[in-house]
């Protein structure tokens, strides 16, 4: 599996952007698709998954009521749409397939989000 996100920026604090991962191979469907994020001098963390199977969701709970995942399994595409941004959420976001909410067995390039306050 090859994943491609896109959509970061710079963007003024409350508000918002959607990023959007493509994902090659005809795996995809049945992967368990999620964002991990990292920021300058912290460790890669967990933010939101979607299942393949029933579409559930999970977030990390610094961005639950903010963030929401999607997936269009049609395009081979999953989508954050990031709400309410705050100065840290700035990172460094990537795509993931083959996900729990600690690891995954794919990696995207990552693109960067930058919230200024």
């Known amino acids: 599996v090859q994943l491609q996100a896109s959509g970061g920026g710079l963007v003024q604090a409350e508000g918002f952007l959607r990023l959007s991962c493509v994902a090659s191979?005809?795996?995809?469907?049945?992967?368990?698709m999620g964002w991990f994020r990292q920021a300058p001098g912290k460790e890669r963390e967990f933010v939101a998954a979607?299942?393949?199977?029933?579409?559930?969701?999970s977030y990390a709970d610094s961005v639950k009521g903010r963030f929401t995942i999607s997936r269009d399994n049609a395009k081979n595409t999953v989508y954050l749409q990031m709400n309410s941004l705050k100065p840290e959420d700035t990172a460094v976001y990537y795509c993931?397939?083959?996900?729990?909410?600690?690891?995954?067995?794919?990696w995207g390039q990552g693109t960067q989000v930058t919230v200024s306050s």
């Open positions: 191979g005809r795996t995809f469907s049945r992967s368990a």
């Open positions: 993931a397939a083959g996900v729990s909410t600690t690891a995954a067995n794919y």
């Open positions: 979607i299942g393949w199977r029933d579409g559930s969701t």
